[in-house]
T-cell receptor, first 114, second 115 residues
Framework: AQSVTQLGSHVSVSEGALVLLRCNYSSSVPPYLFWYVQYPNQGLQLLLKYTTGATLVKGINGFEAEFKKSETSFHLTKPSAHMSDAAEYFCAVRPNSGNTPLVFGKGTRLSVIA | KAGVTQTPRYLIKTRGQQVTLSCSPISGHRSVSWYQQTPGQGLQFLFEYFSETQRNKGNFPGRFSGRQFSNSRSEMNVSTLELGDSALYLC??????????????FGPGTRLTVL
């Protein structure tokens, strides 16, 4: 079965610093990969997704993620953190065949310090 | 386009009661999925409906059920509520046209508290 590991339940960065949120998946076949963000009292919003093609994926709000098959990783980055980036971030995977649903990681809470 | 709407936003029930949550997908979307979010278990998939048919089901007891109507609106029902059912219930809709790569659009959720 697919599984997703997000390293670090809480990450704290200074405003203007690099944001790096880690995501590793377990699968013998590269799945489809997604990053979602959840602001307090709201649902999830898609930041970006990787299906096929270019392994560096650009998303909204300046975020990007790189699919690395050899490392089974899909880490999320942003060059310069903004206060408004404080939220919970979820990595999710979906096998690229069959009809299995999205599997989410446990989430990483990002705090941005002024 | 209006986003995914869920009603009610907040709900308080007591053990043993039943509850029905409603979800209206984005206009034109035919697939609706439901998730349970708790601090301990994170986001767990409940079920997915497409064109009024349950297409997928997560690992939840039979007390959890759902349905989808011809206008794609969906409801989920939890009978004989337990304290552990307290959670944020999220609904997500997707067009249903791109299969596994479809983007899911989430509603704000219904916060259920069971006393």
């Amino acid at each position: 079965a697919q599984s997703v590991t997000q390293l670090g339940s809480h990450v704290s960065v200074s405003e203007g610093a690099l944001v790096l949120l880690r995501c590793n998946y377990s699968s013998s076949v590269p799945p489809y990969l997604f990053w979602y963000v959840q602001y307090p009292n709201q649902g999830l919003q898609l930041l970006l997704k990787y299906t096929t093609g270019a392994t560096l994926v650009k998303g909204i709000n300046g975020f990007e993620a790189e699919f690395k098959k050899s490392e089974t990783s899909f880490h999320l980055t942003k060059p310069s953190a903004h206060m408004s980036d404080a939220a919970e971030y979820f990595c999710a995977v979906r096998p690229n065949s069959g009809n299995t649903p999205l599997v989410f990681g446990k989430g990483t809470r990002l705090s941005v310090i002024a | 386009k209006a986003g995914v709407t869920q009603t009610p936003r907040y709900l308080i029930k007591t053990r043993g009661q039943q509850v029905t949550l409603s979800c209206s997908p984005i206009s034109g979307h035919r697939s609706v999925s439901w998730y349970q979010q708790t601090p301990g278990q994170g986001l767990q998939f409940l079920f997915e409906y497409f064109s009024e048919t349950q297409r997928n089901k997560g690992n939840f007891p039979g007390r959890f059920s759902g349905r989808q109507f011809s206008n794609s609106r969906s409801e989920m029902n939890v009978s004989t509520l337990e304290l552990g059912d307290s959670a944020l219930y999220l609904c997500a809709s997707s067009p249903g046209t791109s299969g596994l790569t479809d983007t899911q659009y989430f509603g704000p959720g219904t916060r259920l508290t069971v006393l």
